[in-house]
């Protein structure tokens, strides 16, 4: 499995950015693709998480705020990120979960870094 993720850069607060994670390799068929944060200094923390079926789960922090979605056919799935605040800088993260009988893997991509000034 490989993630590539893009989309990170610098915006100004209350402007918009969209991330994508593109999927390659042999992928598990069901599985669930999504975001996680880290801010310098702190804990990785979760973002959004969506499956194969499209149910997406949100973060309290960003909820109303951030969409996820995929794209099964590209195996990509999105963050959009609207609103954004200058507490979103961080690196984001994407990853790739799944299960394999009573066993939970897991796979992350290299972290894209969003700056959002003042």
């Known amino acids: 499995v490989q993630l590539q993720a893009s989309g990170g850069g610098l915006v100004q607060a209350g402007g918009s950015r969209r991330l994508s994670c593109a999927a390659s390799?042999?992928?598990?068929?069901?599985?669930?693709m999504g975001w996680y944060r880290q801010i310098q200094g702190k804990q990785r923390e979760f973002v959004a998480m969506?499956?194969?079926?499209?149910?997406?789960i949100v973060a309290d922090s960003v909820k109303g705020r951030f969409t996820i979605s995929r794209d099964n056919a590209k195996n990509t799935v999105y963050l959009q990120m609207n609103s954004l605040k200058p507490e979103d800088t961080a690196a984001y993260y994407c990853v790739m979960m799944w299960v394999d009988g009573t066993s939970e893997f897991d796979f992350w991509g290299q972290g894209t870094q969003v700056t959002v000034s003042s």
């Open positions: 969506i499956s194969t079926g499209g149910t997406p």
């Open positions: 390799g042999s992928l598990p068929p069901i599985n669930a």
